[in-house]
């Protein structure tokens, strides 16, 4: 997977034990894809879950975005700190 900001996708959970939780995906596979979210689920060890199970986030804001290609690849520090700037985002818009 390349890392620039057209390739940058969220993900929501829709199913499992991880239900509702927001991550990045930093893998993809045909049918599976590959989350992190930079505490219990790392960069370097993603959890891989069907494509049918997440619900893709189409619309990113800038600063999220920033966050997430500041480095190359994303290391879990700034996976965390895009995550929980996304998180801020959408409570403000509530």
């Not at 596979?29 to 893709?56: C, F, M, W």
Request: hydrophobic share 35%.
């Amino acid at each position: 997977m390349t890392w620039d900001k057209e390739n940058i996708r969220l993900a929501t959970s829709m199913a499992g034990h991880d239900k509702g939780e927001i991550f990045v995906i930093v893998g993809e596979e045909e049918e599976y894809v590959y989350l992190a979210d930079g505490k219990s689920r790392s960069v370097t060890l993603p959890k891989r879950k069907n494509r049918k199970h997440i619900q893709i986030i189409g619309k990113i804001p800038e600063d999220v975005l920033e966050v997430l290609t500041k480095r190359i690849p994303p290391d879990d520090v700034a996976v965390k700190r895009a995550l929980k700037l996304y998180k801020r985002a959408l409570s403000c818009e509530q």
